[in-house]
C-alpha cells in the first residue's frame, strides 16, 4: 500500500487559482492512470480529472476548460493547475489512482479548495 500527500489547497476568490500537488509513493507510478477527485460537503466524491501513464488526459465537464491535470514521473507527483476558481469547485481535493481502470481502497488526508470572497 502506498502513500498519497496533497498540498496546495487554499482560500482564494472566485476567478483565482491554485495549483494542487500530490506527492504518490506507488512504485508503478509511472505507469498508473492518475487522477483528481474532490467531495464537497454533503455529496459524493467525484472524479474530476484524470491522465494515463502516457499523458493522455480526460476531464469532467464541470472543469473542462479552467482545469489541467500533469504528472511528473521523475518526482511522482501528480499536479492540478485549477485557473477561473468558481464557489462551486469548493470541496476537499484527493489524488489517487483512476478508480474507472483500478482499485482504489484507501485515500491520502486530501487538501480543502475554498472559492469565496
Known amino acids: 500500500q502506498g502513500q498519497l500527500v496533497e498540498s496546495g489547497g487554499g482560500l482564494v476568490q472566485p476567478g483565482g487559482s491554485l495549483r494542487l500537488s500530490c506527492a504518490a509513493s506507488?512504485?508503478?507510478?509511472?505507469?498508473?492512470?492518475m487522477a483528481w477527485y474532490r467531495q464537497a460537503p454533503g455529496k459524493q466524491r467525484e472524479l474530476v480529472a484524470a491522465?494515463?501513464?502516457?499523458?493522455?488526459?480526460n476531464y469532467a465537464d464541470s472543469v473542462k476548460g479552467r482545469f489541467t491535470i500533469s504528472r511528473d514521473t521523475a518526482k511522482n507527483t501528480v499536479y492540478l493547475q485549477m485557473n477561473s476558481l468558481k464557489p462551486e469547485d469548493t470541496a476537499v481535493y484527493y489524488c489517487?489512482?483512476?478508480?474507472?481502470?483500478?482499485?482504489?481502497?484507501?485515500w491520502g488526508q486530501g487538501t480543502q479548495v475554498t472559492v469565496s470572497s
Open positions: 489517487n489512482r483512476d478508480w474507472r481502470v483500478a482499485t482504489v481502497d484507501y
Open positions: 491522465i494515463t501513464g502516457g499523458g493522455s488526459r
Open positions: 506507488l512504485s508503478s507510478f509511472r505507469v498508473y492512470a
